[in-house]
């Protein structure tokens, strides 16, 4: 491809709104552009990066036997409201109807559609197992789209779905696709960690997510370093021991003002705020009241509370009117009097004698609150925080917390599709069995961005080989004053044009300075730059840069020419 003809351009300086290092780099070297909040056009420089990594993950796919296939964007709204998901999904949902009334989604993921074709394909055991998968356009409303490509609105994902017989046939695909997914993020120059994490929306009973770490990441991991156990916060357990026991002391009101929070009341009564019990009010989506008690040293996790209560359609926290109708004060609350609540308690807080609680009403809290001799909760379960340095599960060494990007997630989704949507096969017992699911994704957009996180310098992207959109740069230096010049680059452009598409390189034939060549071409960060100039050709060739590490050489026509035409590995 020469650069002149190329529907691209660079910009000197860094879109306004860019928060990374990817987002700023992928605008600036003209591989995306934003048309709308969350919503981008993949250049064609981004279209090819963007293909290189699908055919990373489709040759690892079909590894395990699977099968590519393509399944509708738009879908009728009755199959999402057989599985109950449309109404559990909110807002992120996009919900349209068509010309004749009929209720549509915009996709947000296949499960629906997968179980559809299952019960209208497999009738056999015979035909179980089976692998398919597919990449499709998927659109998800989110609230606040960030970081380019991180997270968007629009997005390209590879969605594949195991299908099986039984719970043994899931756990052997599960591990299947849990070791392609692990080839696919080394290929892809990713290091990708596997932790434990909520099911969330898609339901079952296991899911993994693949994480890279970075300081901008959404997610929070749970990492111990001493025997590798690696989890989201969501839903890493907390392992903190419960205090010594102690007698339990007479309740006492305490005057407490200007403490609405942890610290401050601790200040005020010289404690530590171990000693004390936080209180956290939310609604959930189906309108029930929520109090949630930890102690307070720790923070509530909400995906803990909402998998504990099974809330329906998340939670919000409540407002301050709501709080006082049902007998609490905000700032200075707790569940002693409280009406109309559900009430629920960390397993750490319940065990811990004698906390500081409030006494909901401004400027007082209550001594030696015990649970369940002063309120009886609803429910006690774990709903707190992982702390840095608290004990690992596995090993009890300390934990470390960093934050982590999503670039793909496996799911254990069992029979909560098939059995909604009645897809069953004839088993050899001669009884009919629900089709056993499994479903895992990977957001094409979210890994290119990534890869340039892990992929980059001052000067521009360094792209990896496997998923670079051109295997080299071809760079002239001297214009048109120099015929020899000329003369060389497109003998070597016309080589590799020659050896095939797979072969095709860029080059800038444009007239423009040296200055702009040389940082276009490490701002774009193909592997290789190829530098022809008179001051190379008297030097015996080629100046041959490996956009790494900088290294340079001069090599001879002769050796580049066999890169360029698939003979030798590298130029170098």
Same mark, same amino acid.
């Given at each position: 491809?020469? +650069?002149?003809? +190329?529907?691209?351009?660079? +910009?000197?300086?860094?879109?306004?709104?860019? &928060?990374?290092?990817? =987002?700023?780099?992928?605008?600036?070297?003209?591989?995306?552009?934003?048309?709308?909040?969350?919503?981008?056009? +993949?250049?064609?420089?981004?279209?090819?990066?963007? /293909?290189?990594?699908?055919?990373?993950?489709?040759? &690892?796919?079909?590894?395990?036997?699977?099968?590519?296939?393509?399944?509708?964007?738009?879908?009728?709204?009755?199959?999402?409201?057989?599985?109950?998901? *449309?109404?559990?999904?909110?807002?992120?949902?996009?919900?349209?109807?068509?010309?004749?009334?009929?209720?549509?989604?915009?996709?947000?993921? =296949?499960?629906?559609?997968?179980?559809?074709?299952?019960?209208?394909?497999?009738?056999?055991?015979?035909?179980?197992?089976?692998?398919?998968?597919?990449?499709?356009? /998927?659109?998800?409303?989110?609230?606040?789209?960030?970081?380019?490509?991180?997270?968007?609105?629009?997005?390209?994902?590879?969605?594949?779905?195991?299908?099986?017989?039984?719970?043994?046939?899931?756990?052997?695909?599960?591990?299947?696709? =849990?070791?392609?997914?692990?080839?696919?993020?080394?290929?892809?120059?990713? /290091? #990708?960690?596997?932790?434990?994490?909520?099911?969330?929306?898609? $339901? $079952?009973?296991? #899911?993994?997510?693949?994480?890279?770490?970075?300081?901008?990441?959404?997610?929070?991991?749970?990492?111990? %370093?001493?025997? $590798?156990?690696?989890?989201?916060?969501?839903?890493?357990?907390?392992?903190?021991?419960?205090?010594?026991?102690?007698?339990?002391?007479?309740?006492?009101?305490?005057?407490?003002?200007?403490?609405?929070?942890?610290?401050?009341?601790?200040?005020?009564?010289?404690?530590?705020?171990?000693?004390?019990?936080?209180?956290?009010? !939310?609604?959930?989506?189906?309108?029930?009241?929520?109090?949630?008690?930890?102690?307070?040293?720790?923070?509530?996790?909400?995906?803990?509370?909402?998998?504990?209560?099974?809330?329906?359609?998340?939670?919000?926290?409540?407002?301050?009117?709501?709080?006082?109708?049902?007998?609490?004060?905000?700032?200075?609350?707790?569940?002693?009097?409280?009406?109309?609540?559900?009430?629920?308690?960390?397993?750490?807080?319940?065990?811990?004698?004698?906390?500081?609680?409030? #006494?909901?009403?401004?400027?007082?809290?209550?001594?030696?609150?015990?649970?369940?001799?002063?309120?009886?909760?609803?429910?006690?379960?774990?709903?707190? @925080?992982?702390?840095?340095?608290?004990?690992?599960?596995?090993? $009890?060494?300390?934990?470390?917390?960093?934050?982590?990007?999503?670039?793909? @997630?496996? !799911?254990?989704?069992?029979?909560?599709?098939?059995?909604?949507?009645?897809?069953?096969?004839?088993?050899?017992?001669?009884?009919?069995?629900?089709?056993?699911?499994?479903?895992?994704?990977?957001?094409?957009?979210? @890994?290119?961005?990534?890869?340039?996180?892990? =992929?980059?310098?001052?000067?521009?992207?360094?792209?990896?080989?496997?998923?670079?959109? *051109?295997?080299?740069?071809?760079?002239?230096?001297?214009?048109?004053?120099?015929?020899?010049?000329?003369?060389?680059?497109?003998?070597? *452009?016309?080589?590799?044009?020659?050896?095939?598409?797979?072969?095709?390189?860029?080059?800038?034939?444009?007239?423009?300075?040296?200055?702009?060549?040389?940082?276009?071409?490490?701002?774009?960060?193909?592997?290789?730059?190829?530098?022809?100039?008179?001051?190379?050709?008297?030097?015996?060739?080629? %100046?041959?840069?490996?956009?790494?590490?900088?290294?340079?050489?001069?090599?001879?026509?002769?050796?580049?020419?066999?890169?360029?035409?698939?003979?030798?590995?590298?130029?170098?």
């Amino acid at each position: 491809m020469r +650069l002149s003809h +190329l529907f691209f351009t660079t +910009l000197r300086d860094d879109p306004a709104d860019a &928060e990374m290092p990817s =987002h700023r780099l992928l605008v600036r070297a003209g591989y995306v552009r934003q048309l709308g909040a969350g919503i981008y056009s +993949l250049l064609p420089l981004g279209f090819r990066v963007n /293909k290189r990594v699908e055919q990373v993950i489709r040759e &690892e796919l079909n590894a395990i036997g699977g099968q590519e296939m393509e399944m509708p964007v738009v879908h009728p709204a009755d199959l999402w409201r057989e599985t109950g998901r *449309y109404d559990a999904i909110g807002p992120e949902m996009a919900r349209f109807k068509d010309r004749a009334d009929r209720d549509m989604v915009l996709a947000m993921t =296949h499960e629906e559609v997968v179980a559809d074709l299952l019960r209208d394909i497999v009738k056999s055991y015979r035909q179980l197992p089976m692998i398919v998968y597919h990449f499709q356009t /998927k659109f998800r409303d989110e609230p606040r789209s960030r970081g380019g490509l991180i997270r968007v609105r629009e997005f390209v994902m590879k969605d594949s779905y195991t299908c099986d017989r039984d719970e043994a046939g899931l756990d052997a695909a599960y591990w299947a696709h =849990h070791r392609a997914y692990t080839r696919i993020f080394e290929r892809l120059g990713l /290091k #990708a960690i596997p932790v434990s994490s909520d099911v969330g929306m898609m $339901g $079952g009973s296991l #899911a993994h997510e693949f994480m890279v770490l970075n300081p901008a990441g959404e997610d929070e991991l749970v990492i111990c %370093e001493a025997c $590798g156990y690696a989890a989201n916060r969501q839903v890493a357990p907390t392992t903190v021991p419960a205090p010594a026991a102690e007698d339990l002391l007479p309740v006492g009101e305490v005057e407490t003002p200007d403490t609405t929070t942890i610290d401050a009341l601790a200040t005020f009564l010289g404690v530590p705020t171990s000693r004390t019990a936080k209180a956290a009010f !939310f609604v959930t989506g189906d309108g029930r009241f929520v109090v949630a008690i930890v102690r307070g040293d720790f923070d509530v996790n909400e995906t803990k509370l909402v998998n504990a209560i099974k809330a329906v359609g998340g939670l919000r926290p409540a407002q301050v009117e709501e709080i006082r109708e049902r007998g609490m004060e905000a700032g200075y609350g707790s569940p002693i009097g409280a009406r109309d609540a559900v009430v629920v308690v960390d397993e750490l807080a319940a065990r811990s004698p004698n906390l500081v609680a409030g #006494a909901n009403r401004p400027g007082f809290h209550l001594r030696n609150v015990n649970v369940p001799r002063d309120y009886t909760p609803d429910m006690t379960a774990d709903i707190a @925080n992982v702390r840095e340095g608290d004990p690992c599960p596995n090993c $009890g060494g300390p934990v470390i917390l960093r934050n982590g990007i999503e670039v793909g @997630n496996i !799911f254990k989704l069992g029979t909560k599709y098939t059995k909604a949507l009645g897809a069953e096969y004839l088993g050899e017992d001669g009884e009919r069995h629900p089709i056993v699911m499994g479903s895992y994704g990977i957001g094409l957009g979210r @890994n290119v961005a990534c890869i340039v996180e892990a =992929h980059h310098d001052d000067k521009g992207i360094a792209w990896p080989a496997e998923v670079a959109p *051109y295997p080299a740069h071809l760079v002239t230096l001297g214009g048109s004053r120099e015929p020899t010049v000329i003369e060389t680059a497109e003998t070597l *452009y016309g080589a590799a044009a020659a050896a095939g598409p797979a072969r095709e390189i860029l080059y800038d034939d444009r007239d423009e300075s040296p200055g702009v060549k040389l940082t276009d071409a490490e701002l774009l960060g193909m592997p290789w730059i190829l530098t022809v100039s008179p001051r190379s050709l008297a030097a015996g060739g080629v %100046e041959v840069t490996n956009r790494a590490t900088g290294e340079r050489s001069v090599r001879s026509i002769d050796d580049v020419t066999a890169f360029l035409e698939g003979r030798a590995a590298t130029p170098a």
